[in-house]
Nanobody
Protein backbone atom coordinates (compact mmCIF):
# COMPACT_ATOMS: atom_id res chain seq x y z
CA UNK A 1 0.00 0.00 0.00
CA UNK A 2 1.30 3.43 -0.95
CA UNK A 3 0.86 6.41 1.33
CA UNK A 4 1.65 10.09 1.01
CA UNK A 5 2.36 11.95 4.22
CA UNK A 6 2.47 15.75 4.23
CA UNK A 7 4.19 17.91 6.83
CA UNK A 8 5.21 21.50 7.36
CA UNK A 9 1.88 23.27 7.61
CA UNK A 10 1.09 25.80 10.30
CA UNK A 11 0.41 29.42 11.11
CA UNK A 12 2.50 32.10 9.43
CA UNK A 13 2.24 35.86 9.21
CA UNK A 14 1.55 37.61 5.90
CA UNK A 15 4.78 38.01 3.97
CA UNK A 16 6.31 35.00 5.67
CA UNK A 17 7.54 31.70 4.30
CA UNK A 18 6.74 28.06 4.85
CA UNK A 19 8.01 24.80 3.36
CA UNK A 20 5.77 21.81 2.88
CA UNK A 21 7.03 18.28 2.41
CA UNK A 22 5.29 15.18 1.15
CA UNK A 23 6.91 11.76 1.31
CA UNK A 24 5.64 8.67 -0.47
CA UNK A 25 6.08 5.34 1.28
CA UNK A 26 5.39 1.75 0.32
CA UNK A 27 6.53 -0.54 -2.46
CA UNK A 28 6.92 1.80 -5.41
CA UNK A 29 8.42 1.12 -8.82
CA UNK A 30 8.37 4.71 -10.03
CA UNK A 31 6.56 8.02 -9.63
CA UNK A 32 5.52 10.20 -12.53
CA UNK A 33 4.06 13.62 -11.77
CA UNK A 34 3.90 14.92 -8.20
CA UNK A 35 1.79 17.92 -7.36
CA UNK A 36 0.34 20.17 -4.69
CA UNK A 37 -3.26 21.32 -4.62
CA UNK A 38 -5.16 23.37 -2.07
CA UNK A 39 -8.68 23.85 -0.88
CA UNK A 40 -9.78 26.96 0.95
CA UNK A 41 -12.96 27.03 3.05
CA UNK A 42 -16.00 27.17 0.82
CA UNK A 43 -13.97 26.82 -2.36
CA UNK A 44 -13.12 24.04 -4.77
CA UNK A 45 -9.76 22.32 -4.70
CA UNK A 46 -7.29 23.92 -7.11
CA UNK A 47 -3.96 22.83 -8.49
CA UNK A 48 -1.10 24.91 -7.11
CA UNK A 49 1.99 23.40 -8.70
CA UNK A 50 3.19 20.20 -10.34
CA UNK A 51 6.55 18.67 -11.21
CA UNK A 52 7.20 15.79 -13.59
CA UNK A 53 9.76 13.04 -13.12
CA UNK A 54 12.24 14.91 -15.32
CA UNK A 55 11.83 18.13 -13.35
CA UNK A 56 9.47 20.13 -15.54
CA UNK A 57 7.23 22.38 -13.47
CA UNK A 58 4.04 24.37 -13.82
CA UNK A 59 2.30 26.73 -11.45
CA UNK A 60 -1.05 28.36 -10.93
CA UNK A 61 -0.97 32.03 -11.90
CA UNK A 62 -1.85 32.99 -8.32
CA UNK A 63 1.41 31.55 -6.95
CA UNK A 64 3.90 32.13 -9.77
CA UNK A 65 7.01 33.87 -8.52
CA UNK A 66 6.15 33.11 -4.88
CA UNK A 67 6.00 29.30 -4.67
CA UNK A 68 8.60 26.78 -5.82
CA UNK A 69 7.95 23.07 -6.24
CA UNK A 70 10.79 20.58 -6.21
CA UNK A 71 11.31 16.87 -5.69
CA UNK A 72 13.89 14.40 -4.49
CA UNK A 73 13.42 11.25 -6.54
CA UNK A 74 15.76 9.23 -4.32
CA UNK A 75 13.50 9.98 -1.35
CA UNK A 76 10.18 9.90 -3.25
CA UNK A 77 9.50 13.31 -1.76
CA UNK A 78 8.04 16.51 -3.14
CA UNK A 79 8.43 19.95 -1.58
CA UNK A 80 6.59 23.24 -1.85
CA UNK A 81 8.54 26.31 -0.79
CA UNK A 82 6.08 29.13 -0.20
CA UNK A 83 7.22 32.73 0.15
CA UNK A 84 5.51 36.13 0.35
CA UNK A 85 2.49 34.38 1.76
CA UNK A 86 -0.87 36.14 1.65
CA UNK A 87 -4.04 35.59 3.71
CA UNK A 88 -5.68 34.23 0.55
CA UNK A 89 -3.13 31.40 0.54
CA UNK A 90 -4.86 30.00 3.64
CA UNK A 91 -6.07 26.50 2.80
CA UNK A 92 -5.58 22.81 3.34
CA UNK A 93 -2.73 21.77 1.07
CA UNK A 94 -2.76 18.30 -0.44
CA UNK A 95 -0.05 16.49 -2.33
CA UNK A 96 -0.69 13.81 -4.90
CA UNK A 97 1.44 11.53 -7.00
CA UNK A 98 1.08 9.23 -9.99
CA UNK A 99 2.57 6.01 -8.71
CA UNK A 100 3.56 2.87 -10.60
CA UNK A 101 3.61 -0.30 -8.53
CA UNK A 102 5.98 -3.20 -9.28
CA UNK A 103 4.52 -5.53 -11.87
CA UNK A 104 1.88 -3.04 -12.97
CA UNK A 105 1.63 -0.92 -16.10
CA UNK A 106 -1.04 1.43 -14.73
CA UNK A 107 -0.23 4.57 -12.76
CA UNK A 108 -2.32 5.05 -9.63
CA UNK A 109 -3.16 8.51 -8.36
CA UNK A 110 -2.49 8.66 -4.63
CA UNK A 111 -3.42 11.58 -2.35
CA UNK A 112 -2.14 12.68 1.02
CA UNK A 113 -4.36 13.60 3.96
CA UNK A 114 -3.66 17.32 3.74
CA UNK A 115 -1.90 19.87 5.89
CA UNK A 116 -3.39 23.18 6.99
CA UNK A 117 -1.65 26.44 6.16
CA UNK A 118 -3.00 29.56 7.83
CA UNK A 119 -1.70 32.99 6.87
CA UNK A 120 -2.77 35.53 9.43
CA UNK A 121 -1.41 38.28 11.63
Amino acid sequence: QVQLVESGGGLVQPGGSLRLSCAASGTIFSINTMAWSRQAPGKERELVAAVTSDGSTNYADTVKGRFTISRDNAKNTVYLQMSSLKPEDTAVYYCNAEVLLPGSDIYLEVWGQGTLVTVSS
